[in-house]
């Protein structure tokens, strides 16, 4: 199998107060097909941070503060436009960051970046506020009616699995609003929201009203940034534990945040279910990114009638996924770390380890799509998120059972139900303790409907008005009439 070797086309820099520079101990990039280095990162210092969300303040009562809602949702258009213009550089910077195969980056991520920016540019100047016409017992009457302000300076912290698309979730709802913006992406890969700042810089947004700093999350520019007192909310989207870190620095200055964090998704495929489509279904649920997706399916419990065909139908389709590498060498050990572990305590129906090309590719970071079975429920491969190309089947009996097995764990972000009755579609789906239920699909997303997740992934909800109620104020004005 040949494989393709993509370039950065721009080296990545910050872009601090509409200036592009690289201040800050380098460190490498690389890329996770063959471990080789393709470029350096600038590691922002803490003056760096400081000094972006000084500009994104200024900013705040600059030019920006004139800007109407139809002046700044042109304006994301115009990124948008500019993301097209450039979208060959910006789905090779992402596969050069990620490893992930061209079609996906092409396919979702870029694509997704655009529609981010047109979907929020879209909804905010169609939005209305409420109003209320009061009529007070004395005769004493009045108009109340809502007027949404902007937080101010918000910081945008995202992870690598879809560094574009997850940036951007964030960054297109906060300008939409009003916002000005410090956003970090991963340090494993910063490309594209380099490529992101080199488009806005050229739609001649604002100086300071989009801000990028680059470096770690831990001691370094993710926490200077996200417990910074000059910061109004924080939209973060990562792991669970790291939203715990972000909670505890933000609470210093009571500043909000909107976090979308770690999932361990159940599948459920009930024995009336078209099999097929069931086994397609979860082989793109499991394997899409590999299993590199916060939606992906890690669990996946069967009716037991079903069970061996459609476990043999999975793992034979296992074999044939077309599938890149992890992210990091530090998440391939962590993948195979499990794997081990499984192996010695389950089946391993399919794949288990790492695959040898012999070739370059034997230098990067990559795992076979695995199939498990056999593992009990408290076992950590079925317990915690293990964000790889890893998916463990189980039977089950009951409907019953089957809703209080995919709600059992500490998280709650997605689920999938597959079966061809209706009435046990719309019985199942909403017992589920998730943000998001799938039935006979999975990952179809409408921008405008909530997005987020309960227990530990996630607090708040973002998509559609949701991203713009949380990135404003609402104020109430009230006139005695
Ligand atoms: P991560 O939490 O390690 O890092 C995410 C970002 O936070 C990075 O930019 C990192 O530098 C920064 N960071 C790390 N520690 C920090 C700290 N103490 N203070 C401030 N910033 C810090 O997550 P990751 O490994 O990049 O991404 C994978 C995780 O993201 C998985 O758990 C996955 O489920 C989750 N995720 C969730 C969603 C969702 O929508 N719910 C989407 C994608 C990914």
């Given at each position: 199998m040949k494989w393709e070797v993509y370039e950065v086309s721009s080296p990545v820099r910050h872009y601090t107060g509409g200036r592009f520079h690289t201040t800050g101990e380098p460190f490498p990039l690389i890329d996770p097909v063959d471990g080789r280095t393709v470029g350096t990162v600038p590691e922002a210092d803490r003056a760096t941070v400081d000094a972006a969300v000084r500009a994104a303040r200024e900013a705040l009562s600059g030019p920006w503060a004139s800007y109407t809602a139809a002046d700044r949702a042109r304006m994301l258009h115009r990124i948008a436009d500019g993301i097209e213009a450039r979208f060959e550089e910006f789905v090779a910077a992402e596969c050069a960051d990620t490893g992930k195969p061209r079609e996906l980056a092409a396919a979702v991520d870029v694509p997704r970046g655009v529609a981010n920016f047109r979907a929020y540019a879209d909804l905010s100047v169609s939005r209305g506020e409420q109003a209320w016409h009061t009529e007070a017992p004395e005769g004493r009457g009045a108009l109340n009616y809502t007027v949404r302000k902007p937080l101010g300076v918000v910081a945008v912290v995202a992870p690598w699995n879809l560094p574009l698309l997850l940036l951007t979730w964030k960054v297109a709802p906060a300008l939409a609003m009003g916002n000005t913006v410090v956003a970090k992406p991963s340090e494993l890969t910063p490309s594209t929201a380099h490529l992101l700042a080199e488009v806005i810089d050229a739609a001649q947004l604002p100086a300071g009203v989009f801000n990028l700093v680059h470096g770690h999350g831990a001691d370094a520019a993710g926490a200077w940034l996200t417990g910074?007192?000059?910061?109004?909310a924080v939209a973060f989207t990562g792991e669970s534990a790291t939203g715990s870190a972000i909670m505890r620095a933000a609470a210093d200055h009571l500043t909000p945040v909107s976090f979308e964090l770690g999932g361990k998704n159940a599948g459920l495929v009930f024995a009336d279910a078209d099999l097929e489509a069931a086994v397609a279904g979860t082989l793109r649920s499991s394997f899409t990114n590999s299993g590199q997706v916060c939606l992906c399916t890690e669990r996946v419990y069967v009716e037991r009638p079903v069970f061996e065909e459609f476990a043999e139908a999975l793992a034979r389709g296992a074999r044939e996924v077309a599938y890149g590498p992890m992210v990091s060498a530090e998440h391939r050990d962590k993948v195979l770390g499990h794997l081990r572990r499984a192996a010695g305590d389950g089946r391993v129906l399919a794949g288990g380890g790492a695959p040898e090309f012999g070739d370059a590719r034997d230098g990067g970071f990559w795992v076979r799509p695995t199939v498990l079975a056999g593992l009990p429920e408290d076992h950590p491969a079925v317990r915690e998120e293990i964000f790889g190309p890893v998916v463990h089947l189980a039977p089950f009996d009951t409907e019953e059972e089957a809703v209080a097995l995919a709600n059992a764990g500490p998280y709650g972000l997605a689920a999938t139900v597959w079966t061809g009755d209706l009435a046990r579609a719309h019985r199942v789906a909403p017992r589920l303790d998730v943000g998001i239920a799938w039935v006979n699909t999975w990952?179809?997303?409408?921008?405008?409907t909530p997005f987020g997740g309960v227990k530990a992934s996630g607090i708040g909800r973002e998509g559609g008005h949701h991203s713009l109620d949380f990135f404003s104020e609402p104020m109430n004005v009230c006139v005695r009439i």
């Amino acid at each position: 199998m040949k494989w393709e070797v993509y370039e950065v086309s721009s080296p990545v820099r910050h872009y601090t107060g509409g200036r592009f520079h690289t201040t800050g101990e380098p460190f490498p990039l690389i890329d996770p097909v063959d471990g080789r280095t393709v470029g350096t990162v600038p590691e922002a210092d803490r003056a760096t941070v400081d000094a972006a969300v000084r500009a994104a303040r200024e900013a705040l009562s600059g030019p920006w503060a004139s800007y109407t809602a139809a002046d700044r949702a042109r304006m994301l258009h115009r990124i948008a436009d500019g993301i097209e213009a450039r979208f060959e550089e910006f789905v090779a910077a992402e596969c050069a960051d990620t490893g992930k195969p061209r079609e996906l980056a092409a396919a979702v991520d870029v694509p997704r970046g655009v529609a981010n920016f047109r979907a929020y540019a879209d909804l905010s100047v169609s939005r209305g506020e409420q109003a209320w016409h009061t009529e007070a017992p004395e005769g004493r009457g009045a108009l109340n009616y809502t007027v949404r302000k902007p937080l101010g300076v918000v910081a945008v912290v995202a992870p690598w699995n879809l560094p574009l698309l997850l940036l951007t979730w964030k960054v297109a709802p906060a300008l939409a609003m009003g916002n000005t913006v410090v956003a970090k992406p991963s340090e494993l890969t910063p490309s594209t929201a380099h490529l992101l700042a080199e488009v806005i810089d050229a739609a001649q947004l604002p100086a300071g009203v989009f801000n990028l700093v680059h470096g770690h999350g831990a001691d370094a520019a993710g926490a200077w940034l996200t417990g910074h007192p000059g910061v109004d909310a924080v939209a973060f989207t990562g792991e669970s534990a790291t939203g715990s870190a972000i909670m505890r620095a933000a609470a210093d200055h009571l500043t909000p945040v909107s976090f979308e964090l770690g999932g361990k998704n159940a599948g459920l495929v009930f024995a009336d279910a078209d099999l097929e489509a069931a086994v397609a279904g979860t082989l793109r649920s499991s394997f899409t990114n590999s299993g590199q997706v916060c939606l992906c399916t890690e669990r996946v419990y069967v009716e037991r009638p079903v069970f061996e065909e459609f476990a043999e139908a999975l793992a034979r389709g296992a074999r044939e996924v077309a599938y890149g590498p992890m992210v990091s060498a530090e998440h391939r050990d962590k993948v195979l770390g499990h794997l081990r572990r499984a192996a010695g305590d389950g089946r391993v129906l399919a794949g288990g380890g790492a695959p040898e090309f012999g070739d370059a590719r034997d230098g990067g970071f990559w795992v076979r799509p695995t199939v498990l079975a056999g593992l009990p429920e408290d076992h950590p491969a079925v317990r915690e998120e293990i964000f790889g190309p890893v998916v463990h089947l189980a039977p089950f009996d009951t409907e019953e059972e089957a809703v209080a097995l995919a709600n059992a764990g500490p998280y709650g972000l997605a689920a999938t139900v597959w079966t061809g009755d209706l009435a046990r579609a719309h019985r199942v789906a909403p017992r589920l303790d998730v943000g998001i239920a799938w039935v006979n699909t999975w990952n179809l997303r409408d921008l405008r409907t909530p997005f987020g997740g309960v227990k530990a992934s996630g607090i708040g909800r973002e998509g559609g008005h949701h991203s713009l109620d949380f990135f404003s104020e609402p104020m109430n004005v009230c006139v005695r009439i």
